[in-house]
């Protein structure tokens, strides 16, 4: 009997050893290695002067996350020109202070902001297997699956209340302004695609053209959204909620963007062409996690400084 079963025990052994080692690392090192990547992107009309974006997605703050809350306090070290907080701000009903106190140096700078569906609702515990099943079938969020029921409700509006009163600008289907030192900056935004609260039609009609540069924000990059900013020609599109892939696979890449977008974009920066229009897309892989999935892989969180630079 022991020459029969010991080895398949051993190996089953070692593969739950190495199981618990990822599950430690992903949650206790790698979620909360967070970094900034820096990235260069050639759009601006020429003659104009650099700008440099702080972009930071998909904070999912939760109460007690004290690292997480120095390291964004510490990106207004950065000085950037403005800021765009591209939505899913909350993991936990109870964060928004602690939420606000992290975000509050930032707040200090000009700045823009779209909402995302864990702004809206809190979060559900999900098999991730989920994920996968959805991308086979094409169902993401509420496009494609049945209506969330008995959702909990996030306190997103004293959260909206305070970027307001520090002057950033809510681009909730709607356009903004933002003015730079004698640079005029538009903006057109959408509330977030991923349950179906977008309205391109309220917004379409394209750049604003007594502005010195526009450019299209909305949290999740569905299809349909880069589809509208691209064919009305805006040069630059910022995107977050895929979470990079959030666990992904080393050499390979990410398994799911929680959206129809292919995997190939599913955090960085690329492009995204209409007939003959192309835009710069940039998604943001985040900072956080749900709050029950704390984990990523291969993956970490991050936020980026995006230098805005003339065409060539």
């Known amino acids: 009997m022991r020459a029969r079963y010991g080895l398949p025990m051993k190996i089953t052994a070692g593969v739950a050893a190495t199981a618990a080692a990822g599950l430690i690392y992903s949650a206790g090192i790698e979620a909360r290695s967070f970094r900034l990547r820096r990235i260069t992107v050639p759009v601006l009309p020429r003659g104009m002067r650099d700008l440099r974006v702080l972009q930071v997605s998909d904070v999912h703050m939760v109460c007690g996350q004290r690292k997480k809350r120095a390291w964004l306090q510490s990106l207004a070290g950065l000085r950037p020109d403005f800021v765009v907080n591209t939505g899913d701000n909350l993991s936990d009903t109870e964060a928004v202070p602690e ?4 975000l509050g140096p930032l707040m200090d700078f000009p700045g823009v ?4 569906s864990n702004d809206y609702y809190g979060p559900r515990l999900r098999n991730p297997a989920r994920y996968l099943l959805e991308k086979t079938q094409g169902r993401h969020g509420l496009n494609g699956n049945a209506p969330v029921v008995g959702a909990v409700h996030n306190p997103w509006e004293p959260m909206r209340d305070a970027f307001d009163e520090a002057g950033w600008v809510n681009l909730t289907n709607t356009r903004g302004r933002l003015k730079l030192g004698g640079v005029e900056l538009a903006f057109t935004g959408l509330d977030d695609p991923h349950i179906k609260r977008d309205r391109y039609e309220q917004v379409a009609g394209g750049p604003d053209e ?3 540069f526009s450019m299209g924000i909305v949290h999740a990059p569905y299809l349909r959204t880069l589809d509208a900013f691209t064919a009305d020609g805006y040069p630059l599109i910022l995107a977050g909620h895929t979470h990079g892939g959030q666990l992904c696979i080393p050499f390979y890449g990410a398994l799911v963007t929680n959206c129809d977008l292919d995997t190939d974009r599913v955090k960085g920066l ?3 062409t209409v007939h003959d229009r192309t835009s710069y897309l940039h ?3 985040g900072c956080g996690t749900n709050r029950y999935t704390p984990v990523r892989f291969a ?3 991050e936020a ?3 230098t805005l630079t003339a065409r060539p």
């Open 299 to 301: 993956c970490p969180p």
């Open 210 to 212: 007594s502005a010195d």
């Open 304 to 306: 980026t400084l995006l």
């Open 283 to 285: 998604v943001s892989a």
């Open 113 to 116: 902001y779209v909402f995302g």
């Open 270 to 272: 690329s492009t995204h």
């Open 99 to 102: 939420l606000l106190d992290a």
